[in-house]
């Protein structure tokens, strides 16, 4: 595979602290058949700034990659960025192809594929199979003039970013120093149906969780619902606040923190409702930048398909929830809690988010694709020799402990630190406690 072809870079300080290179490269959409066009992919790279008395006398070193990510932030503001850095590592932030500004996708930008049968023909192209062959392509430019001993990398993946690692274990191992993954063992399922019927599990019981602490939202919730079910409530994007996109705030209940401010924004409602009859621009503007698929449609687009192996995801959400009567009660009469979802898919969302509802038939094609190729080489990972390192999270609402746990009983070589006090988005918001953790796992020796 050839390398990526590097379009430009620029390299500014982040006074005291930081060297940070934006960069942009060129690749194959398709690396199967690299004639078939190419996209741009953007990436952050980041050392430490180092003004010498003697310019002259500057050593010219090449510490070790540590990447991909997710899409990009602004490595300053990015809470780990210090810890890496202080372990002797450059750090590369990578935008994954259809995010950030790596050929983004919207359904403007998808619109210029053609109809919805080439457009989700060209969002194939959009999982961890090839992003880690994007990943490779980057570490052979960027490793072009190293010598041959210092070529491989460390790789870090949070959530998604970990599911990619282990495809980047099974297709080129050899490109690899090291893999850190932090709530992202992947399931090596088939498809989504095994996936969800553990997460409705998982979500569930942080529903009852919200309910014990907040018992006065059982009634605000219900509130909510019939207001909602007799209104058309639209939304400052364009798009509508549905009973299903109101139960979706639930996507919140896996992070530190968020089960408050699920209730914020429930309080919030309620107090719009209470003193004018209807939701106010801010409140509504609040709920929106809560769930993200406005701005990342790829998100709904692929979210079934990361998880499927030569079979069709057909919907797999709503199949599951439909065997799960505490989720299939949405009435206000019911003596029951209305239940909020979680991180599932469903097909009526695409009729109430503004970027999603040209979108639909490019959706169903994508459900019902039989043709999707292997993610995981699972004989190459029981004799795996790159050492990983994965923090997992016995109370994930979004990776499944019991599937995470049996993904590493299958990858020879694999450290495993395991918490039931950490949520999925540690990394973020207890990153002291868990990278302390992590590098703890690579330093330590049999004794």
Same mark, same amino acid.
């Given at each position: $595979? ?20 934006? !960069? ?12 078939? *066009? ?117 790789? $870090? *993946? ?80 364009? *798009? ?36 004018? *009859? ?22 709904? /687009? ?40 979680? %991180? ?10 503004? %970027? ?28 795996? %020799? ?7 999270? $016995?109370?994930? $609402? ?28 540690? !990394? ?12 703890? /796992? ?6």
């Amino acid at each position: $595979m050839a390398a990526a072809k590097l379009l430009g870079k620029r390299t500014h300080h982040i006074p005291g602290r930081l060297n940070v290179s934006e !960069l942009f490269f060129e690749v194959p959409k398709d690396y199967a058949n690299p004639s078939h *066009g190419s996209l741009r992919l953007f990436a952050r790279s980041v050392e430490r700034f180092e003004n010498p008395v003697d310019a002259s006398k500057k050593e010219v070193k090449q510490p070790p990659w540590c990447g991909p990510g997710l899409p990009c932030t602004s490595p300053q503001n990015c809470a780990w960025t210090d810890v890496v850095l202080d372990k002797g590592y450059q750090i590369l932030f990578l935008d994954q192809r259809g995010t950030g500004l790596s050929s983004t996708v919207t359904a403007r930008t998808l619109a210029t594929e053609g109809g919805p049968a080439q457009q989700a023909s060209y969002l194939k192209h959009f999982r961890a199979d090839s992003i880690v062959k994007d990943c490779e392509a980057i570490r052979k430019t960027l490793t072009a003039d190293f010598p041959e001993g210092k070529k491989k990398w460390s790789a $870090m *993946g949070q959530s998604f970013g970990g599911f990619c690692c282990i495809t980047y274990l099974s297709q080129f191992p050899e490109g690899l120093r090291e893999v850190f993954t932090l709530g992202g063992l992947p399931p090596l399922v088939s498809q989504p149906d095994y996936v969800y019927e553990k997460l409705f599990s998982k979500v569930a019981e942080r529903n009852r969780a919200y309910y014990r602490k907040y018992g006065e939202d059982i009634r605000r919730v219900k509130d909510l619902v019939r207001y909602i079910s007799k209104e058309h409530v639209k939304l400052p994007s364009g *798009g509508r606040l549905s009973v299903l996109r109101l139960r979706q705030l639930g996507m919140c209940f896996g992070f530190h923190g968020f089960i408050d401010s699920v209730h914020d924004m429930i309080c919030r409602f309620t107090s719009d409702l209470s003193q004018f *009859g209807f939701f106010t621009r801010p409140s509504l503007t609040a709920f929106e930048n809560m769930l993200p698929f406005d701005t990342n449609p790829l998100y709904a /687009l692929i979210h079934e398909p990361v998880y499927a192996r030569r079979r069709a995801p057909n919907w797999s959400a709503d199949r599951v929830m439909k065997q799960l009567p505490e989720f299939l009660n949405v009435s206000p009469d019911n003596p029951n809690p209305i239940f909020f979802t979680g %991180e599932m898919i469903f097909r009526d969302m695409f009729k109430d988010y503004d %970027e999603l509802h040209t979108l639909q038939q490019t959706a169903d094609h994508l459900a019902t694709a039989d043709d999707w190729p292997e993610l995981y080489d699972e004989d190459r990972l029981r004799k795996n %020799e790159v050492p990983v390192y994965s923090a997992t999270y $016995m109370e994930d $609402m979004y990776v499944h402990f019991d599937f995470a746990r049996e993904t590493a009983s299958k990858i020879q070589n694999c450290k495993n630190f395991v918490t039931n006090v950490l949520y999925h988005d540690a !990394l973020n918001h207890k990153t002291d406690e868990l990278m302390k953790q992590l590098f703890a /796992l690579r330093d330590d020796t049999i004794d």
